[in-house]
């Protein structure tokens, strides 16, 4: 069964820094690429970023790069994403995707000061 | 970016009845190995988002064949036969053939 399982997720002041994990099991991990989405509250579904199985190519949205990178460790069946320049707007339910076929429960992100 | 318009936004449905949603986009989405990377996905209160269909008309694993997905061009249509209560939720339309990936703006399905 695949699963997926997030962390990392938490209270954040603007401008801090926050590095996301996800837990893969139940599935060769090398072998898909592998997403993040977000989703604020009450509102709808935004893909972030995409990553090639074995890392050589990465695809963020427009509106975050240079603020947030997608990486994975395939020997530790990993998927990360590390979030800098934190901004209020940033706040949001931040998932992990294997491209869109099976998603996590879901990692909760709040900027506040 | 490529735009996924949906409608309705909120669609009331008796019980039994059958439904349909509405997808369309901006631009094609037929990819250069000529297939349309057309998604929808459901998302139950409190829930994940879950696959239902891609490439427009397949469904996930799992997923009852009350459900079909099909296409007319840029437009695309979700139906449901037969709403039950677990069908309850949002349901957005994601294209993945261009980047950056981009959702419709979700559909919300309440019984009647």
């Known amino acids: 069964e695949v699963q997926l399982v997030e962390s990392g997720g938490g209270l954040v002041q603007p401008g801090g820094s926050l590095r996301l994990s996800c837990a893969a099991s139940?599935?060769?991990?090398?072998?898909?690429?592998m997403s993040w989405a977000r989703q604020a509250p009450g509102k709808g579904l935004e893909w972030v970023a995409n990553?090639?199985?074995?890392?050589?190519?990465?695809y963020h949205v427009d509106s975050l790069k240079g603020r947030f990178t997608i990486s994975r460790d395939n020997a530790k069946n990993s998927l990360y994403l590390q979030m800098n320049s934190l901004r209020a707007e940033d706040t949001a339910m931040y998932y992990c995707?294997?491209?869109?076929?099976?998603w996590g429960q879901g990692t909760l992100v709040t900027v506040s000061s | 970016d490529v735009v996924m318009t949906q409608s309705p936004l909120s669609l009331p449905v008796t019980l039994g009845q059958p439904a349909s949603i509405s997808c369309r986009s901006s631009?094609?989405?037929?990819?250069?190995?000529?297939?349309?990377?057309l998604n929808w996905f459901q998302q139950r209160p409190g829930q994940s988002p879950r696959r239902l269909i891609y490439?427009?008309?397949n469904r996930d694993s799992g997923v009852p064949d009350r459900f079909t997905g099909s296409a007319s061009g840029t437009d695309f249509t979700l139906k449901i036969s037969r709403v039950e209560a677990e069908d309850v939720g949002v349901y957005y339309c994601?294209?993945?053939?261009?980047?950056?990936?981009?959702f419709g703006q979700g559909t919300k399905l309440e019984i009647k």
């Open positions: 995707t294997r491209d869109g076929d099976h």
């Open positions: 139940g599935f060769t991990f090398s072998s898909y690429w």
């Open positions: 990553i090639h199985p074995d890392g050589s190519e990465k």
């Open positions: 631009q094609s989405l037929v990819y250069s190995d000529g297939n349309t990377y």
């Open positions: 490439k427009v008309s």
């Open positions: 994601m294209q993945s053939t261009h980047w950056p990936r981009t």
